[in-house]
């Protein structure tokens, strides 16, 4: 029995309700969720008693116990006394913690482990046959978990080595005090490190920077021996990491190529990292950081970064002034995928919990007042996708802009008036059904949200339709007074361009870096940064270029005719449709309102004119559901 069943064990009753306090936040593991929704339960995390008590009124209460799924309302640290007393009478409580899980181990380790590590940690445990002690528990981790045996660990070499094979089962970093027991066990044998070698260990992220600037160093040694500026002898790369057959094969994971300007005869092995830039300076379909051959594992945060990759790599192409026909396949393919993930898992996104980033995109306000210590900006781009992103992105960095990037999940379907209305009023769009169709309440909602996060209506500012004129600083709604504490803002520029791309996203890409270079949003930021507000930028959605399939003609059956997806308040109508239209699917989530029944065109396809070359959103195409959540750092 796994770890997940264990936890599972604990709910096996038939339509009951319990509140559980979740200390180690084991509930957030999507194994564990599985194994609950296959066992009929559905998880609640407590952070809106007014979202909650609709749950429990519609979903729950009025239900007879054989017709209904076990609710678990899951709270933090044994906050019990926050449930409505109605609700806490009648449930079962439960704790579920470490030590439940893992007796054997001690807890002050252990709660640093990443959730990825406990099916493995679950499953090897009971080879500890007496409990361990905090530096015993460490050691056994170390080597049951992480495969870091210190008597194999010799040299530097062999220390990357572990770090690719650690990485290759766990995507986060080793816990900071793992990494101090392993130095102080190396140090025990008489092998000595620099403390640089071991910063492979904080992430993913650290050992690419670390493998790529050894990578450039060996190949610029390389080249010069190759072209006879210094004798091989006298080159210092001997014994080099990158004599390493098993480092070697994983180049195309780690390294990036390093760009020559002339050509030399490399190794056949080394040509993964190296680029040309005469013949190789454009990335290809076929880069292994973007497209595979079978989507189907991919998970919430996989996902994710496919659509940043994707965003990443387009902005380039556009650069260059064409996508090719073969990379609009792949992620043709790719997206074919997401389409049923989405329709299977976008579900579970906003039961997830707003720290530590919000998952969609209404929970953005709640992580905000979480953080709020300093004055906070809240920027929304209307329509930005990734590959916008990257083009704002690089003209920011120009001017030495620095940013913790991060990305959220649109509400579906991915309309402004749906969710750029969740993002300011903080609530799913069920709770805004007479204002779905339209932003004109969102300056309300705003104000609604904050005041009852205890902020006075004097210190809440709001404002949209920027980017259209000359920066003025002075006529900003947030520098009319100085008791503004909370400013959300609309930039909506990119939305136009998108509805008037005559020539697809190759118009969007010229009209944004146009636009760029009027330094709006450069003066935007400053002002802000120098005002003293922490400054974050996101989107209401994506957008993606799409072609006709031809209008459907249904008169006043449809209540909104949009070009990428219609709104049914009869969901016959709607589902007859469907069937009727292969090129769509329907869309249903308890999230949206009663009588509101989505009708989507599939992947690239809008019901435009057939043939007709569009750029649009309202799907759940990548590039319009998953888009940027930025923090501005600052400037270098």
């Not at 190529?257 to 040509?271: G, H």
């Amino acid at each position: 029995m796994g770890w997940e069943k264990k936890i599972a064990k604990y709910f096996t009753g038939k339509g009951a309700l319990y509140i559980v306090s979740d200390e180690n936040k084991l509930l957030h593991h999507d194994t564990v969720q599985a194994a609950l929704k296959s066992q009929c339960c559905h998880l609640h995390f407590y952070e809106d008693p007014i979202a909650f008590r609709h749950l429990y009124e519609t979903a729950f209460r009025h239900l007879k116990e054989e017709q209904r799924a076990n609710l678990l309302i899951v709270i933090h640290h044994h906050q019990f006394n926050q449930i409505p007393y109605d609700v806490f009478a009648q449930a079962t409580r439960i704790t579920i913690s470490l030590d439940k899980l893992f007796p054997n181990l001690d807890q002050s380790i252990v709660k640093y482990c990443s959730l990825e590590m406990y099916p493995a940690l679950y499953l090897v445990q009971n080879s500890s046959l007496s409990p361990l002690r905090a530096n015993e528990t460490a050691d056994f981790i170390l080597r049951e978990i992480c495969g870091l045996e210190v008597v194999y660990l010799t040299d530097e070499k062999s220390i990357i080595k572990a770090a690719l094979y650690y990485y290759q089962r766990y995507h986060s970093g080793l816990p900071h005090i793992l990494i101090e027991r392993l130095k102080h066990n190396l140090s025990r044998n008489n092998v000595s490190f620099s403390d640089h070698i071991f910063e492979c260990f904080i992430s993913k992220e650290h050992l690419v920077q670390l493998l790529n600037e050894q990578w450039k160093g060996y190949v610029n040694n390389y080249i010069a021996v190759a072209s006879g500026q210094i004798a091989e002898q006298n080159v210092l790369y001997e014994n080099h990491l990158f004599d390493d057959p098993l480092i070697r094969s994983r180049m195309n994971e780690f390294v990036s190529p390093v760009e020559i300007a002339k050509v030399t005869k490399f190794e056949k092995w080394m040509l993964p990292g190296i680029s040309i830039k005469e013949e190789e300076d454009k990335l290809t379909v076929n880069s292994p950081i973007l497209f595979y051959n079978d989507y189907s594992h991919f998970d919430r945060n996989e996902w994710i970064e496919f659509a940043d990759q994707l965003g990443k790599i387009q902005s380039q192409m556009l650069a260059d002034g064409v996508i090719s026909s073969e990379f609009k396949d792949n992620v043709e393919k790719a997206n074919v995928t997401f389409e049923k993930w989405m329709l299977s898992k976008y579900q579970y996104l906003r039961t997830l919990p707003v720290v530590p980033k919000p998952k969609v995109v209404h929970q953005i306000p709640h992580y905000l007042a979480k953080k709020l210590k300093r004055k906070t900006a809240l920027i929304v781009l209307d329509g930005m996708s990734f590959t916008q992103w990257y083009v704002m992105k690089e003209s920011l960095q120009e001017k030495a802009w620095i940013f913790e990037e991060n990305a959220v999940f649109a509400w579906v379907p991915s309309l402004t008036s749906v969710s750029r209305q969740a993002i300011f009023s903080g609530l799913e769009p069920r709770f805004f059904s007479e204002t779905i169709g339209t932003t004109r309440k969102e300056k309300a909602l705003w104000e609604s949200f904050w005041g009852k996060e205890g902020l006075s209506i004097q210190s809440i500012a709001y404002e949209k339709s920027l980017g259209f004129k000359e920066y003025n600083k002075s006529t900003l709604a947030y520098s009319l007074s100085p008791a503004i504490r909370v400013y959300g803002a609309v930039i909506d520029v990119i939305d136009q361009f998108m509805h008037g791309a005559t020539q697809g996203s190759q118009t969007v890409y010229s009209e944004l870096v146009t636009w760029l270079k009027s330094n709006y949003l450069h003066d935007l930021l400053s002002d802000l940064v120098q005002d003293g507000f922490d400054v974050y930028l996101t989107a209401d959605h994506g957008n993606v270029e799409c072609f006709g399939i031809g209008r459907i003609q249904q008169g006043i059956t449809v209540d909104s005719k949009g070009e990428r997806v219609r709104i049914y308040s009869s969901s016959n109508i709607r589902n007859q449709t469907a069937r009727e239209h292969e090129e769509t699917l329907t869309w249903d989530d308890s999230g949206l309102p009663d009588n509101y029944n989505i009708l989507l065109a599939k992947n690239n396809s809008a019901f435009v004119p057939k043939n007709d070359k569009i750029v649009t959103h309202g799907g759940i195409h990548i590039e319009e559901v998953i888009v940027p959540f930025v923090k501005v750092i600052g400037r270098e």
